[in-house]
């Protein structure tokens, strides 16, 4: 049994879509769990789409994502180059060989009877004008240096058919589809034709892309047939959709790779939840390292149905690989993030991550959960009233109170030992401990929501600085009453 070779061939346009990413993830995925070789190709035939440093966006991706391909243009495995305008005088010569086998023919039809073909939608089918041409007069166009293209010479008659991994058995008319360019008049092959001798003579075996080529794939087919080559197998996936009526398209600027990761998304997390859209591993756990997914892939577990990316679950998945870090690890990746906070510098980012990696689910959450530290002053005091707990503005400027002036006595400024004097002062006072807790928490931060409890913050603050803080909002209670 030949060793399976997968490859990913992009485009050099810009930055990674995440359907682009899935495409690669299960090829290298497939190709990983079956012992063989994943290939990297560059697509770059279509100059005027073409971004300019691109390429280096392509190689930075995979890296970020863990995928590393076994051969590329900086891995030469022997079926190189690796970049498409590299084997440009390539394509010519296997055209003229299909010719020859009678796969494709020359045609010098001019736009004017190009567009004469169009029916009233502006849709046009080539209607073979060309085929009849004989030799001779193919020729004497030729060194007359007339424009042509080639043309793919697919059967009038019958249907095309071939077995997909993914959706089985697939059969098209062949009236269905036209004799699609392969050569352009500028020499360069369309994306159809170089992507059919680029993967046989990189001995590709199995071609895994998205499920827009599932009906186009008979043209394929009849290529490799027309050549005596061997056809692949092919595993064509269904789109990831934005909602339930629109594909997620980099065209409307839907978020790629390296906007996931701006807004502080872990990269293995982002893998790890690509691979589950369209794909359902047997277990039940959904946190899988790439050790793991390769472990499990398994074709039989793709969905012919479309589906649906869900930020929110990214995000779940995402903080579940948060929790896991070691405070080094999360310190090392929330460092830039540290740094555009109000705190930048100005605290221990190891205490600071240990509040919180089990309180952020994106790393870009921690500006806003810790400029509080830097950034206090007049606030909304009815934040104090909490029904459920019975706590109103009153009982909390009380409550407060108690608590400055028996806080101003503790020495070991540690959240255990703070804590403690919370707990004795409750009892003491006949309160929850609620009741005297969450307005500190509210008094020492003027926010609703922070990275760890009243103690937490008191420790983190200092004695000084809380002591103040506790002045300033008495003070804005008795105001405010």
Same mark, same amino acid.
């Given at each position: ?7 990913f ?15 690669c ?9 079956n012992?063989?070789a ?10 005027e ?6 390429v280096?966006?392509i ?36 055209a ?16 004017e ?17 060309c085929?009849s041409l ?34 089985g ?11 699609g ?9 369309t994306?159809n034709?170089a992507n ?11 071609? &895994?892309r998205g !499920? =827009?080529? $599932? +009906?186009?794939? *008979?043209k394929?087919?009849l290529?490799?047939?027309? /050549? #005596? ?12 959709m ?7 398209s ?24 690509i ?24 074709v039989?577990?793709?969905?012919k ?6 930020e929110?679950k990214m ?15 999360f310190?090392?990746?929330a460092t830039?993030?540290f ?17 919180? &990696?089990?309180? !952020? =689910?994106? $790393? +870009?959450?921690? *500006? ?7 950034e /206090? #002053? ?9 029904k ?39 009892e ?24 760890g ?29």
């Amino acid at each position: 049994m030949a060793k399976v070779r997968t490859r990913f061939a992009p485009s050099p346009t810009g930055f990674m879509h995440i359907g682009n990413l899935r495409t690669c993830l299960y090829a290298y995925l497939f190709a990983k769990k079956n012992d063989g070789a994943f290939v990297l190709r560059i697509e770059d035939t279509d100059r005027e789409r073409y971004v300019e440093g691109a390429v280096d966006v392509i190689y930075s991706t995979l890296a970020k994502a863990g995928i590393t391909h076994d051969e590329g243009p900086d891995k030469d495995g022997g079926y190189g180059p690796y970049i498409q305008s590299q084997r440009k005088s390539l394509y010519l010569d296997y055209a003229k060989e299909l010719v020859e086998k009678g796969g494709a023919y020359y045609c010098f039809c001019d736009k004017e009877r190009l567009d004469s073909l169009k029916d009233g939608n502006g849709v046009a089918k080539y209607d073979k004008h060309c085929l009849s041409l004989s030799k001779e007069e193919v020729q004497r166009r030729i060194d007359a240096k007339q424009p042509y293209v080639i043309r793919q010479n697919i059967p009038s008659d019958g249907a095309s058919e071939y077995d997909d991994m993914v959706f089985g058995h697939i059969s098209v008319p062949n009236e269905d589809m036209e004799d699609g360019v392969l050569i352009k008049s500028d020499g360069m092959p369309t994306y159809n034709f170089a992507n059919v001798v680029d993967d046989h003579l990189m001995a590709i075996n199995y071609v &895994i892309r998205g !499920v =827009e080529y $599932l +009906s186009s794939t *008979p043209k394929y087919n009849l290529m490799y047939d027309a /050549f #005596g080559w061997e056809r692949p197998h092919y595993m064509h996936l269904s789109p990831i959709m934005k909602d339930a009526q629109r594909k997620l398209s980099k065209r409307y600027g839907d978020a790629n790779f390296e906007d996931f990761l701006a807004k502080g998304y872990l990269p293995e997390a982002i893998v790890n939840y690509i691979a589950l859209l369209g794909w359902s591993p047997k277990g039940n756990e959904e946190k899988l390292s790439m050790n793991q997914l390769v472990e499990q892939f398994d074709v039989d577990g793709i969905s012919k149905s479309p589906s649906i990316f869900d930020e929110a679950k990214m995000r779940w998945l995402n903080g579940e690989y948060i929790k896991q870090m070691s405070v080094e690890d999360f310190v090392k990746a929330a460092t830039p993030y540290f740094e555009e906070s109000k705190a930048a510098g100005k605290y221990d980012y190891s205490e600071l991550a240990k509040l919180l &990696i089990p309180r !952020v =689910e994106i $790393l +870009s959450e921690i *500006p806003d959960k810790i400029n509080f530290l830097e950034e /206090f #002053g007049e606030y909304d005091v009815t934040m104090f009233e909490h029904k459920k707990m019975k706590i109103t503005k009153e009982i909390a400027l009380a409550n407060l109170k108690t608590v400055r002036q028996d806080f101003a006595e503790e020495e070991d400024w540690s959240d255990t030992a703070l804590k403690a004097r919370g707990m004795a002062l409750a009892e003491k006072t006949g309160c929850k401990s609620g009741q005297i807790f969450l307005p500190l928490r509210l008094a020492l931060t003027g926010v609703a929501t922070t990275p760890g409890g009243a103690t937490e913050m008191a420790q983190l603050l200092g004695k000084q600085e809380s002591l103040r803080r506790l002045d300033f909002s008495i003070d804005l209670l008795e105001r405010n009453i």
